[in-house]
């Protein structure tokens, strides 16, 4: 008797994990932890786990869920990140966010949109990412906008040659590239060079391509490429003692770039979508906040390149995942496909990054940008301006 009233009451203690159970909403994070983003993807991703950190949970027709974070490493690679995609399809995730690295995004979203399955773009900038996917969101700035900033900024340090340097094959840098390239020639520079240089995957000495810019007289280099990359292109810049500023996206306002480029005679600006130091209500809370999370956690900070400095990635990820329980919320349900319906007509006030919403083809309405520069004594970025599409 003692053995059955025991099984009953185990089996009564279960009843309520089994409800719980029941009741999980999953979001995929497809995000690069290794190959050449896996710095720049591990700080995408802290953004994300922070917000998860405060926000667990959804309520969603007046039921609370569980968010249950379902994370997969794409590996910085496009053909094995169709494989991390069908890896979140298969665990049922209801929403998908990233990646970190427009080329996995736009190899990644055949797969979402066969399986009816949204994706929320941190920081993809590529606009094929959401004109090739009709399941691709996406709440950061594009390339052309961010092209035309970069171009604008280096005509405004005086720079009449542009020698632009990318890793062939790459969608981002390469995509990037070219729209630099474009808007540095409408306002009257010359792209000097082979109008762009690339260099093939798995290249470790830059010092002919940046003897080929010194040769060619230029004013400035653009190299949107990966921090792996970019790291040694500033280091052997230095070495040969350039005058000319590096120039570069989104991807190098990462800890990898202000490591590479502290202590030496080099100028380095990015363009990006945040900066810790905004004063304003939710970025100033949420900065503080991620901070004592990070200092908190001695992996996480590992993970952040070992200090506590914000990257505008993180910010981002902290959005994005808000953006995806607001699209819950919105939808009344955790069907992904409902969950696509609700996205489009979404506005989400509460972003650290700004207003949240989308036009007619999934991508932000954003016309901002921060140019940042890499302080070499201080080893942080310093601000140097904001740039809006007005202003170009």
Known sequence: ????????????????????????????????????????????????????????????????????????????????????????????????????????????????????????????????????????????????????????????????????????????GTGLAHYFKDAFKALGGEVVGDEIATFPEGTSDFTAYINNALNAGADCVFAPCATTYASLIIDQAASL??????????????????????????????????????????????????KAWLNANADKKTNNGGNDIVAAVSALGFDGYNVALAAIEAAGSIDAKAIAEALPALVYEGAVTGSISFDEIGDANKDMAYVKQANTETGAFDFVKTQTVAGL
Do not use: H
């Open 1 to 172: 008797m003692k053995k059955v009233i025991a099984l009953v009451l185990a089996l009564m203690l279960m009843v309520p994990a089994f409800a719980m159970a029941e009741n999980i909403v999953k979001i995929g994070v497809f995000e690069p932890s290794s190959g050449d983003n896996g710095a720049g993807g591990k700080q995408e991703v802290l953004g994300v786990e922070y917000a998860y950190s405060l926000k667990p949970t959804v309520t969603v027709g007046g039921v609370e869920y569980t968010v249950q974070l379902v994370n997969v490493d794409n590996q910085s690679d496009s053909s094995k990140a169709v494989t991390a995609a069908q890896e979140l399809v298969s665990a049922g995730v209801s929403v998908v966010l990233g990646s970190y690295g427009s080329g996995a995004s736009m190899a990644g979203g055949d797969v979402f949109a066969a399986a009816e399955v949204p994706a929320i773009g941190l920081s993809c900038t590529n606009p094929s990412v959401t004109t090739l996917c009709d399941y691709y969101w996406r709440i950061c700035f594009l390339d052309p906008f961010q092209g035309s900033v970069m171009a604008n900024f280096a005509n405004s340090l005086g720079a009449k040659k542009a020698y632009i340097l990318c890793m062939l094959g790459e969608d981002y």
């Open 241 to 290: 003692n350039v005058s000319f500023p590096l120039l570069a996206g989104d991807t190098w306002e990462s800890s990898v770039i202000l490591d590479a480029a502290k202590g030496k005679n080099i100028n380095v600006y990015v363009s990006t979508f945040f900066d810790e130091n905004d004063d304003g209500a939710a970025a100033a809370e949420f900065v503080s906040g991620f």
